[in-house]
């Protein structure tokens, strides 16, 4: 295979281990086989021309980083716009906060065919693009238009939504229609992939070849489900270090007469958060047992907060936070200890371990790695035990987690208390098959079966 260049919103360091999720995963995919990685610099030059970014180069490693900065205007309608206030609501099931501002649609296209033109500029004609998400879909039309003809493939990282809540988008025909120019469409769970097929057997005129192949605008597509994991072996690595111990020992002494229930996430409404503290004040009221004891350590990490939604929800947790507080807390005791910044990824590990249950309760994610992080860093002779919403994509793998609604404040209640009362035996037993799990299916497995197929198809 050819080189391999790597297409995202954001780029980072592949050698810096600070940031989590899909930058980790892509860095190690580019390290592998070394590559170039093209995405936005994070930059925003305030009087630059819309359309026109500069290009950033660097070195790390057998890997060239090549970015781009994006003018104010850009930013606006093409991030925070038409992906953030757009695409992202709509993808997560909430037509109601989204913003169909008539002008983002602009931001997205104009930005979208600057990537293609500065793209098209530093590739060779055996390169294998791997786009990536929900902001960069018509990225491959747009290099065809130029003439690219090198093989494509796309990674949905966010949910695909059933056909009648993807037409709520005034563009969806265009978007859709955009990913035929790719050869590989991969989205993270069945369900997509499901939708995917619905919308184009209701929307289109395509033909469905088979079960992951179809047919239209003159080009066949391949679409399947690649569930993203986690690299289990470097996360375990993470934990046996002296910043998560000490976190760990830190966290255990201080709990050490009760119990822990944890939350990580960026603060987002597809996480489920006010729902999440309504089913734990719940968890208070039914069940007194656990007053004095139980403790949500609820950890929120900045996001987007230029936009509306995003500041909408965080007064939203403050208040909910602020009232369990003041209605169930003692002077020796405050039930939610909510914190609104993000955690050192060196010491993620020990929090996840001094946890008896993790709540990883979003209203709808794509897949959601906190799941996966939270079984890697438990000790298998004392495990914690994960509370997992069934409208998070990884619930499709990991079955034997506690699986919840977390519209359903009562039954979310009852089952953290379950989890609460697990006997060790159940747990270990549960938390071994989940290992299992996330092991098979991690983050290099990921990687080889998207290029594997993006390699196999036909043509090119
Ligand atoms: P996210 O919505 O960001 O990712 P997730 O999959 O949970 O959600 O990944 C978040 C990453 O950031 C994890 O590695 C986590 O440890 C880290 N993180 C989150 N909050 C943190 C905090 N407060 N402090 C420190 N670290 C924090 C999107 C999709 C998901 C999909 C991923 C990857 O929304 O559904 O699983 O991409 O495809």
Redesign the pocket.
């Known amino acids: 295979m050819g080189r391999l260049v790597v297409v995202s919103n954001r780029v980072a360091d592949p050698r810096k281990t600070a ?4 930058a ?2 892509l860095g190690q995919a580019l390290e592998a086989s070394g590559g170039l990685w093209f995405g936005w610099s994070g930059k925003v030059v305030e009087n630059g021309t819309p359309g026109e970014g500069d290009l950033h180069r660097q070195t790390a490693g057998n890997v060239q980083l090549v970015t781009v900065d994006l003018s104010r205007e850009d930013h606006d309608s093409y991030y925070l716009g038409y992906s953030n206030g757009v695409l992202w609501p709509v993808f997560h099931y909430r037509l109601d906060l989204a913003d169909f501002d008539a002008g983002f649609i602009g931001g997205y296209r104009r930005v979208n065919q600057m990537f293609a033109r500065k793209l098209a500029a530093l590739l060779r004609p055996d390169d294998v693009i791997w786009v990536h998400d929900y902001h960069l879909i018509p990225l491959a039309a747009e290099l065809r238009n130029m003439g690219c003809q090198q093989r494509m493939g796309f990674f949905l ?2 949910p695909l939504p059933p056909p009648l809540i993807l037409a709520a988008v005034p563009e969806h025909d265009w978007l859709m229609r955009s990913l035929f120019a790719y050869d590989l469409v991969g989205f ?1 769970s069945d369900a997509d992939v499901a939708h995917f097929s619905r919308y184009v057997g209701t929307e289109t005129s395509a033909d469905i070849l088979g079960e992951h192949e179809f047919r239209a605008f003159g080009k066949t597509l391949q679409v399947q489900s690649f569930p ?1 994991g ?1 690299d289990v072996d470097e996360f375990i690595a993470l934990g046996q270090a002296r910043e998560a111990q000490d976190m760990y020992n830190q966290i255990r002494d201080e709990y050490s007469r009760r119990r822990l229930l944890l939350g ?3 603060m ?1 409404y ?2 489920g958060l006010p729902q999440r503290l309504k089913a734990f004040r719940q968890l208070l009221q039914n069940y007194p047992e656990n007053l004095g004891s139980a403790t949500l350590i609820q ?3 900045p996001s987007r907060e230029s936009v509306d939604a995003y500041a909408a929800l965080r007064q939203e947790l403050e208040s909910l936070c602020g009232a369990i507080n003041g209605n169930f807390g003692e002077l020796d005791w405050m039930p939610v200890r909510y914190i609104h ?5 060196k010491r ?1 590990p020990g929090l996840y371990r001094a946890a008896s249950v993790a709540l990883v309760t979003p209203l709808r ?7 996966k ?1 939270f079984i890697a860093a438990q000790d298998p002779e004392d495990p914690g035990v994960l509370v997992l919403s069934r409208f ?3 619930a499709e793998q990991m079955r034997d987690a506690l699986l919840v609604n977390p519209y359903d404040t009562t039954r979310t209640a009852e089952t953290i208390q379950r989890a609460l009362q697990m006997p060790l035996e159940e747990r270990q037993h549960r938390h071994q098959a989940l290992l299992q799990n996330i092991r098979e299916h991690d983050v290099h497995w990921w990687r080889h079966r998207f290029l594997s197929a993006l390699a196999a198809v036909p043509g090119g």
């Open positions: 940031s989590g999720g899909l980790v995963a990282h966010i993270q993203i986690i990580v996430e960026r987002d597809s996480k950890i929120a990490a910044r993000s955690v050192a990824r993620l994610d794509g897949m959601n790695l906190v799941a992080e998070a994509g990884a």
